[in-house]
């Protein structure tokens, strides 16, 4: 099993910029894929960013540029660590933000494991 913990997030004023992190620990050589969802108020979770292991990072239209996906691994390969640094926030980008992992669970199928979230909170 993998488990999560979320730390960053806060309030910061547009144009500001945050760090959110993620470290999975656990059994992180299953790991298919890390990434980072975003649910607003009255929205639906969207993905932000998110890379499969070795991989390059996607990103939603509305965050490249500004958003920069990272991942950590430590030398032993029982931590992962990824990062999301914000940069040019907007108030759009208020949201609580939600770390994913992927896990290949080794017959065929994946499994999804959340964080708890991280509320971010972009306004003047």
């Known amino acids: 099993q993998v488990q999560l913990v979320e730390s960053g997030g806060g309030w910061v004023q547009p144009g500001g910029s945050l760090r959110l992190s993620c470290a999975a620990s656990?059994?992180?050589?299953?790991?298919?894929?890390m990434g980072w969802y975003r649910e607003a108020p009255g929205k639906e979770r969207e993905l932000v960013a998110a890379a499969a292991t070795g991989g390059a990072a996607n990103y939603a239209d509305n965050v490249k540029g500004r958003f920069t996906f990272s991942r950590d691994n430590s030398r032993d390969n029982m931590k992962s660590t990824i990062y999301l640094q914000m940069d040019s926030l907007r108030p759009e980008d208020t949201a609580v933000y939600y770390c994913?992992?992927?896990?290949?669970?080794?017959?065929?199928?994946?499994?999804?494991?959340w964080g708890r979230g991280a509320l971010v909170t972009v306004s003047s």
């Open positions: 656990g059994t992180t050589f299953s790991i298919y894929a």
């Open positions: 994913i992992c992927v896990l290949d669970t080794g017959d065929g199928t994946k499994q999804d494991v």
